[in-house]
């Protein structure tokens, strides 16, 4: 299937005019986006013809087509194959969702949400999120169910909210899945219900929503709604640690030390601590600390590292790293102590690089 796939879309790149006739300029247009489109999301065509597609889609996008409208204002918002722009990526967001394309409608509202290329205003972007979601576009009904339910830019409105995430989680959107499983979980803006709520967790975990994953984890962890399981708990904690859930590394680390539902792993519990902790969770930086300081044979520099990440938690306002800290004083040297001060100044929690959802 994939060579066919290739296949086809070589014979569009080579032929392009018979790929204009046979499929419509614009849909021609989205295939050569797709097909020159790099793992990492940006364009770049085998032999410099980058700049021709984007040229082509310019020109359907200024004789009024809104797909390539909304294709050439996300380059500009990427900046892929142009400079990075916001203000034209607005300008052709707009252009689209004026003629009610709805994937750029809630691109629009979403420029207004962030600030980017326009002040921020969410006002001004609940009307669209609206447009988006009364097309029946899933992100659309999302965004205004979350505004709703927040309140922001337009009165809240739990009913309305609620109903609007159902919609979007009922076509599969899998944060609405796992806000609804939460909503269910604890009552708000609708009749608590356990089972109800674990059944949206999971529905969003198997979708990928690695925040789900780690609330259906802490409900197998506490026995609540389900048969209380450690061993469904850290399955679901290593599937929302494995993608960047802090609170579920914490989590999964802490099962690892304790040897609890799995065998003891000290260096596997230090593993996660160390990823949770360079994100910052103080929890974390505390636990990792500990397991340092109480290591058999631990090096200066183990300590000196340990002595870091326990400041670091102190600093956050952890009431137990202080003693933490306490303890590893009395095996370092002035020396290693100055140079953990000096590694604590420097650290900087480390992010997720994710753009803004849109």
């Not at 060579?3 to 247009?29: C, D, E």
């Not at 040229?55 to 050439?72: F, T, V, W």
């Not at 076509?171 to 609405?176: E, L, R, S, T, V």
């Not at 304790?258 to 910052?280: H, L, P």
Request: proline fraction near 3%; include cysteine.
């Amino acid at each position: 299937m994939q060579n066919l796939q290739v296949g086809f879309g070589i014979l569009l790149y080579l032929f392009p005019k018979v790929g204009h006739r046979a499929l419509g300029a614009s849909v021609w247009t989205s295939c050569m986006l797709l097909l020159f489109t790099q793992p990492d999301g940006h364009i770049q065509a085998a032999d410099g013809r980058t700049s021709a597609l984007i040229q082509n889609l310019r020109e359907r996008a200024e004789k009024g087509d809104p797909e390539s409208q909304h294709n050439l204002a996300m380059l500009y918002r990427k900046g892929d194959g142009v400079p990075k722009d916001y203000e034209s990526a607005l300008k052709w967001y707009r252009r689209a969702a004026d003629r009610g394309y709805a994937p750029s409608q809630v691109h629009l509202g979403m420029m207004y949400v962030t600030g980017k290329g326009v002040s921020r205003d969410s006002r001004e972007a609940v009307p669209w999120f609206r447009k988006a979601a009364e097309q029946g576009d899933a992100q659309g009904q999302y965004n205004l169910a979350s505004q709703l339910l927040k309140g922001e830019g337009v009165a809240a409105d739990s009913s309305e909210g609620t109903e609007w995430m159902r919609k979007a989680a009922e076509q599969g959107h899998k944060d609405a899945e796992g806000d609804l499983g939460a909503m269910y979980l604890n009552g708000k803006g609708l009749v608590k219900d356990q089972s109800e709520g674990v059944r949206w967790l999971r529905k969003a975990a198997e979708h990928g929503n690695v925040e789900a994953a780690s609330n259906l984890a802490a409900v197998y962890k506490k026995g609540e709604g389900v048969e209380r399981s450690n061993e469904e708990a850290i399955r679901w904690f290593r599937r929302a640690a494995e993608g960047g859930d802090v609170r579920a590394q914490n989590n999964l680390g802490v099962f690892y030390a304790k040897g609890d539902g799995v065998q003891k792993d000290e260096a596997e519990a230090a593993k996660w601590f160390r990823m949770a902790a360079e994100r910052g969770d103080a929890k974390s930086q505390r636990a990792l600390a500990a397991l340092l300081l109480k290591k058999e044979g631990a090096s200066a520099a183990e300590h000196v590292q340990a002595f870091m990440w326990a400041t670091l938690a102190t600093k956050q306002g952890d009431s137990i790293a202080p003693e933490v800290t306490r303890e590893l004083t009395e095996k370092m040297t002035p020396e290693q102590i100055v140079e953990a001060y000096r590694l604590t100044r420097k650290f900087v929690p480390q992010n997720d690089g994710e753009e803004e959802s849109e």
